[in-house]
């Protein structure tokens, strides 16, 4: 299973909006709504962030939104913040797994 | 609190074996299907298994599929990964994660990570 396509970077300063794509078949993200997106910092476990494409976990502030079009998934950063600062990925059921994004590299100016 | 805690990463050699653990505490253990996800240092993150609640349904990832073995003891609040015939791309930090539900793959809780290493 490849994995999903996002962008290897995106940067922004405090206060601005940001936004990570993620790519994938029909076969994972364009053919279910089971998409979310985790967040990682350096030398910790990655974080849920996002799942069932828009809904946060409990305690996952309401700045971290996302959304879906066809085969792409999107996370979206309100209000940038400097401990938003992280590597991202996205993930998506597919019909037997479940299968990540390369991650993106968010970096606050 | 949940608590996930990995243990019994290290270095081995090619074609050898390794024996994951996972203890787990702060959630009734057997309601939830348990995963191990793996990242190669610096890369990304790749499934590689899942167990239901019961354990009576277990899956892999191709590329450890007929390899790896993922078992759980309800009683101890246990996770395992069962690892032969190791390869060199199968060094990783090994995470254990808890799913969101039954079988949802989304993983609200993880571990710290244990690190594998297969070289000679």
């Known amino acids: 299973q490849s994995a999903l396509t996002q962008p290897a970077s995106v940067s922004g300063s405090p206060g601005q909006s940001i936004t990570i794509s993620c790519t994938g078949p029909?076969?994972?993200?364009?053919?279910?709504?089971?998409v979310s997106w985790y967040q990682q910092h350096p030398g910790k476990a990655p974080k849920l962030m996002i799942y069932?494409?828009?809904n946060r976990p409990s305690g996952v502030s309401n700045r971290f939104s996302g959304s879906k079009s066809g085969n792409t998934a999107s996370l979206t950063i309100s209000g940038l913040q400097a401990e938003d600062e992280a590597e991202y990925y996205c993930?998506?059921?597919?019909?037997?797994?479940?299968?990540f994004g390369g991650g993106t590299k968010l970096t606050v100016l | 609190e949940v608590q996930l805690v990995e243990s019994g990463g290290g270095l081995v050699q090619p074609g050898g074996s390794l024996r994951l653990s996972c203890a787990v505490s702060?959630?009734?253990?057997?309601?939830?299907?348990m995963s191990w996800v793996r990242q190669v240092p610096g890369k990304g993150l790749e499934w590689v298994s899942s167990?239901?609640?019961?354990?009576?349904?277990?899956y892999f990832a191709d590329s450890v599929k007929g390899r790896f073995t993922i078992s759980r003891d309800n009683s101890k609040n246990m996770l395992y990964l069962q690892m032969n015939s190791l390869r060199a791309e199968d060094t990783a930090v090994y995470y254990c994660?808890?799913?969101?539900?039954?079988?949802?793959?989304?993983?609200?809780?993880w571990g710290q990570g244990t690190l594998v290493t297969v070289s000679s």
């Open positions: 029909s076969s994972d993200v364009g053919g279910y709504n089971y």
């Open positions: 069932d494409v828009t």
């Open positions: 993930s998506s059921y597919t019909s037997t797994s479940v299968v």
């Open positions: 702060g959630f009734t253990f057997s309601s939830f299907a």
């Open positions: 994660a808890k799913d969101l539900g039954l079988l949802l793959y989304y993983f609200d809780f």
């Open positions: 167990i239901r609640g019961s354990g009576d349904h277990t």
